[in-house]
């Protein structure tokens, strides 16, 4: 059935049978009755509508659960925060670590008078310290300190005269902190009471 022009015409209407729908709008009213296995209405909606629970009720356990996640949330990030920075000092740790030997020459050359004053070496060695000391390494060992044996090591104890208690009397190794880590002890010889 093409018109005149080639284009198609709508259909001709049949003579009004029973079975003739072609006026009807078809209309979704979802599956039938026993078709559908899950309900669009949540278990709540359905305990509201039969009166087992309130809509008061039904918010203070959102609030609840929200506050609940809410918390976890603050705990994950505080542990996130906590271990970050106990990851950020190991890392520090392990790259000061390969520079204590370099400290330790830098400090014998010192004794040694090998780093003048205003000499190439001694701002190299003034920089470096600088650096440690941002990154958070700082010595401790001094001699006249009381000696500790959490933080020093002795390698020898001289009996002095006039000497009260275990005292730092001279420093071979210096140790070194960063932050409240001890990364290495510091070697001492030790007065002790004669």
């Given at each position: 059935m093409s018109d005149q022009n080639g284009g198609s015409q709508e259909p001709e209407p049949s003579d009004g049978g029973e079975n003739d729908l072609s006026h009807e709008e078809l209309v979704d009213v979802g599956p039938a009755e026993g078709e559908g296995e899950e309900s669009i209405l949540?278990?709540?909606?359905?305990?509201?509508l039969?009166?087992?629970a309130t809509a008061e009720q039904i918010a203070a356990e959102r609030l609840a659960d929200l506050q609940r996640v809410t918390a976890?949330?603050?705990n994950?990030?505080?542990r996130t925060e906590a271990n970050r920075e106990i990851e950020r000092e190991r890392a520090v740790g392990d790259a000061v670590k390969g520079l204590i030997p370099v400290l330790d020459d830098l400090e014998r050359a010192e004794k040694h008078g090998d780093l003048g004053e205003g000499s190439a070496f001694s701002t190299i060695a003034a920089k470096l310290r600088t650096a440690v000391e941002r990154l958070g390494l700082t010595p401790y060992g001094e001699k006249g300190d009381?000696?500790?044996p959490q933080i020093h090591e002795a390698i020898f104890q001289q009996p002095t005269p006039g000497v009260t208690a275990d005292t730092v009397a001279e420093v071979v190794e210096t140790g070194y902190?960063?932050?409240?880590?001890?990364?290495?002890v510091a070697k001492v010889v030790v007065s002790v009471p004669a």
């Open positions: 949540s278990d709540d909606d359905l305990d509201i039969s009166g087992q976890e949330y603050a994950y990030r505080k009381p000696f500790d902190r960063l932050g409240s880590t001890t990364v290495r």
